[in-house]
C-alpha cells in the first residue's frame, strides 16, 4: 500500500512539473495568451499571484506610445485600500530581450532606482518596430566621436563644411558620418560595429522590437498568441501623459496547461 502511495506521488509530481502557467488576457480589443519565463522566478510568481488573485481584474492599459509599447496592470489606480508599494529585484537574462510581443516590468528610474528594480505590478508589452542590420550593429555613439576627431583635421575640411550645411538633417548627418566609418576605424582603431547574437538580430529586423531597453527592464514573458492586439491598442487615440481617451481595461485568467500542450498550439520551446 506505501509503494502504491508512493507511486501515485511520483506520477502526480511528474505531471505537476510538465505543466505550466498559461494567462489570457482579455481586452476590448481581443484577447492575449501569454507564458511567463522560468529564468525570471520572482518575476512569473509575483504576476501568477496578481492574476490569480483578481487584484489584475479591471486595470487598464493607461499608457499607450504606438510604435513602442502598450503599459498597464497599475493595481493602485483602481485599489486605494491595499496598495502595491513593493519593488522585485532585477533578474536581467541575456537571452530575453524586447522583441515584439514580449512582456517587461515598468520601474521607476535610475536616478531613485539605481538598482533597475521592478514595479510591484506594472507592466508593459512591447511593440517597437523593424530595425535594420546597420540600426543594430552601428555604435553611434562610438561613430560620431571618431567623426569629431576626424572633423578637426585640416585635410577633412570640406566634409566638415559639409556637416555644417546638415546640420538640420539628421538624416543626411547619419549618412555622411556612416560614410566616414571605415577611415575612423583605421585611423583611431575605433571599434563602431556591435556584437549581436543571430538570434537578437534576426528577431529586431523580423518581428522589431524595441532594442535600447534591453539590459535596463526586465523581461519575463511573452505574448504567444493575439499579437495583433497589440498593434490595436497601440494605435487608440490618446491625450495627456500617453493616456488612452477611452479607457482599455483588462481581465486575467490563469490556466495550468501541459508544456507539451503549450509547445504544439503556441509554439514556444522551453529550454532543457
Same mark, same amino acid.
Given at each position: ?122 507592466? &508593459?508589452? !512591447?511593440? =517597437? ?5 546597420? *540600426?543594430?550593429?552601428?555604435? #553611434?555613439? @562610438?561613430?560620431?566621436? %571618431? ?69 535596463? &527592464?526586465? !523581461?519575463? =514573458? ?5 499579437? *495583433?492586439?497589440?498593434?490595436? #491598442?497601440? @494605435?487608440?487615440?490618446? %491625450? ?33
Amino acid at each position: 500500500m506505501k509503494k502504491l502511495i508512493f507511486i501515485l506521488i511520483i506520477i502526480i509530481q511528474s505531471c505537476a512539473m510538465n505543466k505550466d502557467v498559461l494567462i489570457t488576457i482579455s481586452t476590448p480589443y481581443g484577447d492575449m495568451k501569454a507564458i511567463l519565463y522560468d529564468e525570471t522566478p520572482l518575476h512569473k510568481k509575483n504576476f501568477i499571484e496578481l492574476s490569480e488573485s483578481g487584484k489584475f481584474d479591471s486595470t487598464i492599459f493607461h499608457r499607450v506610445i504606438e510604435n513602442f509599447m502598450i503599459q498597464g496592470g497599475d493595481v493602485n489606480l483602481i485599489n486605494d485600500d491595499n496598495l502595491i508599494d513593493y519593488t522585485i529585484p532585477a533578474e536581467f537574462s541575456s537571452k530575453l530581450f524586447h522583441r515584439k510581443g514580449e512582456i517587461a516590468a515598468a520601474r521607476m528610474g535610475d536616478n531613485v532606482n539605481p538598482e533597475k528594480e521592478s514595479s510591484g505590478c506594472q507592466f &508593459y508589452i !512591447v511593440q =517597437g518596430k523593424v530595425y535594420s542590420e546597420e *540600426e543594430l550593429t552601428l555604435d #553611434i555613439n @562610438a561613430l560620431y566621436g %571618431g567623426v569629431r576627431r576626424l572633423l578637426q583635421e585640416d585635410e577633412y575640411s570640406d566634409m566638415r563644411q559639409k556637416f555644417i550645411e546638415a546640420q538640420n538633417d539628421p538624416e543626411e548627418t547619419q549618412r555622411l558620418a556612416i560614410s566616414l566609418s571605415s577611415i575612423c576605424e583605421e585611423k583611431y582603431g575605433i571599434q563602431i560595429k556591435k556584437n549581436i547574437s543571430d538570434e537578437i538580430l534576426k528577431a529586431y529586423t523580423t518581428v522589431g522590437g524595441v532594442p535600447h531597453l534591453d539590459g535596463g &527592464y526586465t !523581461v519575463f =514573458g511573452r505574448i504567444v498568441e493575439g499579437i *495583433e492586439v497589440i498593434d490595436k #491598442i497601440a @494605435a487608440v487615440q490618446t %491625450g495627456p501623459a500617453d493616456k488612452p481617451i477611452e479607457d482599455v481595461p483588462m481581465t486575467f485568467k490563469v490556466e495550468r496547461v501541459s508544456k507539451d500542450k503549450i509547445t504544439k498550439n503556441y509554439g514556444y520551446t522551453y529550454s532543457e
